[in-house]
């Protein structure tokens, strides 16, 4: 049973940079999307961006200057990292696999609280 | 962006009866529509791909239908562990879009 495990940080000062691990078990991490998705509390889904095992990425212009999506295929793990950070970015984020095509997220990590504080 | 809105924002429902969920696109998205479940403090969970393709392990009193900009999501009998809040997410184009979703409580 493929396990997506997210960890990092649950607090980061506004303007410092977040950085999330997701890391995958049971299952390949090749030839799959992998994404990460974030919830602020309370509120809806959003896409934050994408990466394929190969190494190509795609993000959500609504992000794109502040987000850099990695993946380790050894060490089985991606990584996000969101610079610039406000009180606005606090969610809980979410990596997720896709499988049918880039956005069909069939597995999803529990999710991990990011708060944006002083 | 694509927009997705969806209708309504809430509903009660009593166990056992049939519910309905409407999703619109702000453009065509042809059947690159998918419905998510979300249980409170858990992850979504990956219902329906395609517009109509039921996701391995879902339920078949579970269905979707639609294609182009208006999409539904049909719980044929309502069960318990389905009191939820529901999302579509249109994977037509990057960036991908969610609707607002719709939370589905006990009537």
């Known amino acids: 049973q493929v396990q997506l495990q997210e960890s990092g940080p649950g607090l980061v000062k506004p303007s410092e940079t977040l950085s999330l691990t997701c890391t995958v078990s049971g299952g390949s991490i090749s030839s799959y999307y992998w994404s990460w998705i974030r919830q602020p509390p309370g509120k809806g889904l959003e896409w934050i961006g994408y990466i394929y095992y190969s190494g190509t990425t795609s993000y959500n212009p609504s992000l794109n200057s502040r987000v850099t999506i990695s993946v380790d295929t050894s060490k089985k793990q991606l990584s996000l990292k969101l610079s610039s950070l406000t009180a606005a970015d606090t969610a809980l984020y979410y990596c997720a696999r896709a499988e049918y095509s880039e956005y069909d997220f069939d597995y999803w990590g529990q999710g991990t609280l990011v708060t944006v504080s002083s | 962006d694509i927009q997705m809105t969806q209708s309504p924002s809430s509903l009660s429902a009593s166990v056992g009866e049939r519910v309905t969920i409407t999703c619109r696109a702000s453009q065509s998205i042809t059947s690159y529509l998918n419905w998510y479940q979300q249980q409170p403090k858990k992850a979504p969970k990956l219902l329906i791909y395609a517009a109509s393709t039921l996701q391995s392990g879902v339920p078949s009193r579970f269905s979707g239908s639609g294609s182009g900009t208006d999409f539904t999501l049909t719980i044929s009998s309502l069960q318990p562990e389905d009191f939820a809040t529901y999302y579509c997410?249109?994977?037509?184009?990057?960036?991908?879009?969610f609707g607002p979703g719709t939370k589905v409580d006990i009537k």
């Open positions: 997410q249109q994977s037509y184009a990057s960036p991908s879009t």
